[in-house]
């Protein structure tokens, strides 16, 4: 089959498309072929060998993949063959054909297109960050940092879906401050000096509740305008910094602040993601959100791909297609 594969360590140019082994299931395994795959700025960052899940070269990249179910491992029971799923992959989904843990594998509703499902990563985590980690409660200010992106754009319609009063979201250029407005944002900011935006927009309380996939100075700036009671929820290192504060406003104002991976559940609790899961599929089909496709590629311009989300141009989910 065929798949792209990491090399070496490095720029884009270093994702090669190439023939590689087919795989064959485990007991609790399924063999998926692939329909699509969706990139994820983890990617990005174990491709460039600075990303603390990475594999070392080579090996095959991408966290998810929706597809047709065509083997099935010996204990592997409640799948079959031939039956539309959508996959958190084990061994990395840029690839005709896909293993996943059969615990880490959903069937697809009928009236939910493949792309609808595409970024099962990004709707977990943006579902996860706002209520296992947030506690999202009704009528609280969400803050979404890089609101345009892949669960950014999930996010700011999932707060106003699950009862977010003011959504304010973040974003890198001023170009894509309309996208995150006709996702349902009541305002959107830049970066810089976004904290006194926000205080300056909620009566100097702050928002009740953060989401942070940036961290280093972000973080700080995020710390100056949490709300008393808030909850700074921090997911990613996009930046490449990591974030710093003083414990001091923790306890006297009750902030609290949270660390959520959905790869974490992945390795260590899988089973708990599938009501998460169940949940955004009904969100899905109630019309409530909706998974934005900001770029299509054949699964050969994988290298493209990844530049076009390094460049930070891109909005929405970019899609691979094998």
């Known amino acids: ?27 609790d395994e399924v063999l998926v072929r692939t329909s699509l795959t969706s990139l994820n700025y983890a990617d990005v960052q174990a491709r460039r060998g600075g990303y603390e899940a990475g594999s070392p070269p080579p090996f095959i990249p991408g966290l998810d993949a929706v597809g047709v179910v065509e083997a099935l491992g010996a204990a592997v029971r409640g799948l079959a063959l031939g039956q539309r799923v959508a996959v958190f992959a084990s061994g990395g989904s840029y690839a005709e054909k896909v293993l996943a843990k059969a615990v880490l594998t959903y069937p697809v509703p009928n009236d939910l297109p493949d792309e609808a499902v595409a970024g099962l990563t990004a709707l977990v985590t943006a579902y996860n960050t706002l209520t296992w980690a947030g506690r999202l409660q009704p009528n609280e200010t969400v803050l979404v940092h ?25 974003v890198g250029h001023p170009a894509k401050a309309g996208f995150v407005r006709s996702l349902g944002a009541d305002a959107v900011v830049g970066y810089e000096g976004f904290a006194e935006q926000v205080l300056e927009r909620t009566q100097q309380k702050g928002a009740d509740l953060i989401l942070d996939s940036v961290a280093g ?73 909706q998974l934005h496709v900001g770029a299509r590629f054949r699964l050969e311009q994988a290298a493209q791909a990844q530049a076009l989300m390094e460049s930070r141009q891109s909005t929405g989910k970019i899609l691979l297609y094998p």
């Open 1 to 27: 089959m065929k798949a792209i594969v990491v090399e070496q360590n490095g720029p884009p140019e270093h994702l090669c498309y190439r023939e590689v082994p087919e795989p064959s299931p485990g007991p």
């Open 146 to 170: 890089a609101a345009a992106g892949g669960v950014g754009s999930l996010a700011v319609q999932m707060a106003k879906a699950l009862g977010a009063g003011l959504v304010i979201g973040t």
């Open 217 to 289: 100075e972000v973080f700080s700036q995020g710390m100056r305008c949490l709300a008393p009671f808030g909850r700074l929820v921090v997911y990613g290192h996009a930046s490449g910094q990591a974030g710093s504060f003083e414990t001091r406003p923790l306890h006297r104002q009750t902030k609290a602040v949270i660390g959520y991976s959905s790869g974490h559940y992945r390795r260590n609790r899988p089973e708990l993601l599938r009501p998460t899961v169940e949940a955004v599929f009904a969100l899905l089909r109630s019309g409530k959100i």
